[in-house]
């Protein structure tokens, strides 16, 4: 079934740790997008890609990195977790060409940062 | 650059009962896109509704109905006999039709309760 996934679905991690947040996509879809929305609140936009070896940074600015080298795989690094980038990070995918272009969104990663 | 506004940051509504969740937009554009996401707590957003905005007879599905004013830059959600599955974050999204974009504009939602 086509389907976009993220994993973990939660992580408790220290201070100055590395993490990778994976994010992937079955339905063939080109643009791929990461937000940031912390409990409740507004999502904010801080990358994303139209294609493999293309990525933006968004509108919030944000201390981590992604890398588009397979179309169905957007993952997200954070290099030293820090308790500010306690949130929770949703990712997304879009097909290309005309029409609406509608966002489908994973199941989303809860992080939190000690 | 558009923004978004939902004036409404919390809504209430009786189970079987007709709510309204609104959403305004500021743009320049003439030709765009708009949608409702629903977000249940602790569950995935998914898409509720969409509007393309040279369409305007207004967007259906099922007990979901949107209310569409271009000129007013209005876009309002109806939610028909409100059942309890329906208690969730509502988000209102703008997208621009220009060639190469892709990104939506979001609202800041509305937390819709239902009450049995």
């Known amino acids: 079934e086509a389907d976009i996934y993220q994993t973990p679905r939660y992580l408790v991690i220290g201070t100055g740790k590395k993490i990778t947040l994976e994010c992937s996509q079955t339905?063939?879809?080109?643009?791929m997008y990461w937000y940031q929305q912390d409990p409740g609140m507004e999502l904010h936009l801080i990358h994303y890609?139209?294609?493999?070896?293309?990525?933006e940074k968004g509108d919030l600015s944000s201390e981590s990195t992604v890398s588009r080298i397979r179309t169905e795989h957007f993952p997200l690094t954070l290099e030293s977790a820090r308790p500010s980038h306690t949130s929770q990070y949703l990712c997304?995918?879009?097909?290309?060409?005309?029409?609406?272009?509608?966002?489908?969104f994973g199941p989303g990663t809860r992080l939190t940062v000690l | 650059a558009q923004t978004v506004t939902q004036s409404q940051p919390e809504m209430s509504v009786q189970e079987a009962e007709t709510v309204t969740l609104s959403c305004t937009y500021d743009?320049?554009?003439?030709?765009?896109?708009l949608f409702w996401y629903k977000q249940p707590p602790s569950r995935q957003m998914i898409l509720v509704i969409r509007?393309?905005?040279?369409?305007?007879q207004n967007a259906t599905e099922n007990r979901f109905s949107v209310n569409f004013q271009k000129a007013a830059k209005s876009f309002s959600l109806k939610i028909s006999d409100s059942q309890l599955g329906d208690a969730a974050m509502y988000f209102c999204?703008?997208?621009?039709?220009?060639?190469?974009?892709?990104?939506?504009?979001f609202g800041k939602g509305t937390k819709l309760s239902v009450i049995p």
């Open positions: 890609s139209y294609g493999v070896n293309s990525t």
């Open positions: 339905m063939g879809h080109d643009k």
């Open positions: 999204a703008y997208r621009s039709a220009g060639a190469g974009s892709y990104q939506l504009t």
């Open positions: 743009t320049s554009e003439s030709d765009y896109y």
């Open positions: 997304a995918s879009s097909e290309g060409g005309g029409g609406y272009h509608e966002q489908f």
């Open positions: 509007q393309e905005a040279y369409k305007q």
